[in-house]
């Protein structure tokens, strides 16, 4: 292969793209080494704190010293919760918005109000939760309030990426099935959803790790400050990992200084792990795609 | 066997030819598309109920505590002052808009420029991996960010500056910044993505350098989809709360310098929610707080699905 002389206009604009191209890779690493420094430290720091009895027994000396096991169960209990409420409707919405919704103005609506749903700020949601599930609908603060407000908030999380991997399926796989003689729903059900379920998973494990991390929704709709027991139904008040990092970062005064950043890493690892399972999940599937 | 064979598609071609017969498949498939356009109107019963619920709570203090003018021009939040209680929101207003200002000034250069890294120039490996790194950062929960800016930052900012606290208007920006920035970027890729090769292939044939592509070609193509990531990004700034909580220090203030605490309007009825009796007036401008952060964020959220729509038909 011949290559031409490089003129002087050559190699400068050469050296001008060299240029711009270290600038913009800066930028992005300066967005991503101080995160990459701060989760060192706070696993520098809270590593030590983090042993099988500060996961299993429960805080001690008014919240100064002790483990997180009571804040870790009602975790998984308002996530469970709020994923059952929202799994379903999030599926169901977004087989409406993939199958059935025609291009008109309803359609736009909906999707406005999905993106509405995901930008109105939490403390707003915690508001609605408050106002709706605690004093309208009864629940009182309780498992159940703190959960609802966490599905509604956390509904476009699921519906878009649901809608995401039901648009990923060809459209021929559809129509084949159609002129078999195949009913809509037989459709989706036996050709869609089978080949998007695995996407759907991903998009619900993102869910969770969103669920776990939320703070202002479940502080006014259910979360405790602190209960030296567990919740036994989902009408009972119950501790949360994420409050529980707030309240003893800065409600409590003289716990132990080691203590919060082991909390702040066994939430940061959780939601992290989900994530990159999620993430995982995602790159493994489109390496196994056949079409 | 050819016989039954025969007689049984003899069978099913009589009831394909009667055309009005509607079996039980007809029906789950009726039914589910009644169910399924239920969930997907849920999105919008969800806003409206929203909006009724907060509105319920609050509208008793607009109508008869109100005063228009000491709600936006008075910087005197003292709901809790036994004989005189006054709700003027300027200071908390100021309080926000410092910090989403300060988080955008952070934001919104390294964002963009980390938008146009991933999308122009990198390539393979590198490029999955800075996408994976940025959906990571956007995965950690704002109270760890908050956490991160009382036991981290606080102490760097001290030491840095020089100044009696760490907990101001800089250290709620910077974390914010942080936190808008995975978002933003995210967004600017897809819409730099948007932006057809042919155009891109077009300009280095008529013998564009890179750099011009992007600059001439690629930014100006896309301007509008940039312009809803930073809006979005401002949205996402303006509504959080834990982390401008933990981080702002939390005095009432109007800022003058990045260094005065602030307290945002977020954060405000995140502190203030649990100690006020239920249908108070205290309680009641809570909620109206509320209803004033819920149309900020409707009507920027509105904006930036219009500035994008306006990309589709140009």
């Known amino acids: 292969m011949t290559r031409f002389a490089s003129t002087e206009l050559d190699e400068r604009n050469r050296r001008v793209e060299w240029l711009f191209r270290t600038l913009f890779l800066m ?18 720091k809270g590593s030590p704190v983090i042993s099988w009895e500060f996961l299993t027994t429960i805080p001690r000396d008014g919240m100064t010293a002790g483990g997180i096991m009571p ?51 939490s403390i707003v949601h915690a508001l609605f939760g408050l106002g709706a599930f605690v004093t309208f609908a009864g629940f009182g603060t309780s498992i159940l309030a703190a959960s609802l407000t966490l599905a509604v908030m956390t509904l476009p999380v699921v519906i878009v990426s649901t809608r995401e991997s039901l648009q990923a399926v060809p459209y021929a796989f559809r129509e084949a099935c159609w002129n078999m003689g195949a009913t809509r729903w037989q459709t989706i059900r036996r050709i869609v959803l089978p080949n998007s379920v695995s996407g759907i998973l991903t998009g619900v494990i993102l869910e969770v790790s969103r669920t776990a991390g939320e703070t202002a929704p479940i502080m006014f709709t259910g979360a405790a400050f602190f209960l030296p027991f567990l919740p036994q139904s989902v009408f009972d008040q119950t501790m949360a990992m994420s409050l529980h990092l707030f309240v003893i970062s800065t409600q409590v005064p003289g716990v132990d200084e080691a203590l919060p950043y082991g909390v702040a890493l066994v939430l940061i690892g959780m939601v992290l792990a989900m994530n990159a399972t999620s993430i995982g999940f995602r790159v493994y599937l489109r390496g196994k795609k056949k079409w | 066997m050819p016989a039954d064979m025969s007689a049984d598609a003899r069978a099913r071609g009589a009831r394909h030819l009667d055309l009005d017969h509607r079996g039980r498949d007809w029906y789950v498939d009726r039914a589910v598309s009644v169910l399924v356009f239920g969930g997907g109107i849920s999105a919008i019963l969800f806003i409206i109920g929203i909006f ?4 319920r709570e609050g509208v008793g203090f607009i109508f008869s505590t109100m005063d228009v003018r000491e709600f936006f021009g008075s910087q005197a939040w003292r709901p809790t002052s036994e004989r005189n209680p006054t709700y003027g929101i300027l200071a908390l207003m100021a309080g926000t808009a410092s910090v989403t200002g300060l988080a955008m000034l952070v934001s919104v250069p390294f964002s963009l420029g980390a938008a146009i890294f991933i999308s122009e120039f990198a390539t393979g490996k590198l490029r999955e991996t800075l996408k994976v790194l940025v959906e990571m950062l ?15 930052m606080n102490p760097l900012i001290i030491d840095i500056f020089d100044v009696p606290v760490g907990l101001n208007a800089l250290n709620a920006g910077i974390i914010l910044g942080l936190m808008a920035a995975p978002i933003m970027t995210t967004i600017a890729e897809d819409a730099l993505k ?8 077009a300009a280095e044939a008529m013998g564009a350098t890179r750099w011009q592509v992007i600059f001439k070609v690629v930014i100006p193509a896309s301007k509008n989809g940039l312009m809803a990531a930073i809006l979005l990004g401002v949205g996402r700034g303006f509504g959080e709360t834990m982390a401008v909580l933990m981080a702002s220090g939390h005095s009432i203030n109007i800022p003058t310098s990045p260094f005065d605490s602030v307290r945002a309007l977020t954060a405000t009825i995140a502190a203030e929610l649990g100690d006020t009796a239920v249908g108070s007036d205290h309680y009641q401008v809570l909620f109206t707080l509320g209803i004033l952060l819920f149309a900020v964020t409707f009507v920027i959220n509105l904006t930036a699905d219009l500035v994008v729509r306006g990309v589709r038909r140009g």
């Open chain 2, 194 to 201: 948007a932006v057809p090769d042919t155009y891109r292939e």
């Open chain 2, 52 to 55: 009724v619920f907060i509105t």
């Open chain 1, 71 to 121: 804040a870790f169960v009602g975790t998984i209990w308002i996530v469970t919760v709020a994923l059952i409420a929202s799994v379903p409707v999030g599926i169901a919405s977004a087989i409406y918005l993939s199958e059935y919704a025609p291009d008109n103005w309803l359609t736009r609506v909906i999707n406005l109000a999905i993106i509405n749903l995901a930008g109105v700020p």
């Open chain 2, 138 to 152: 956007a995965a950690i929960p704002s109270v760890v960010w908050g956490f991160i800016g009382l036991s981290i």
């Open chain 1, 27 to 44: 930028m992005t690493l300066i967005l991503i080494v101080p995160v990459a420094l701060i989760l060192g430290v706070l696993i520098y």
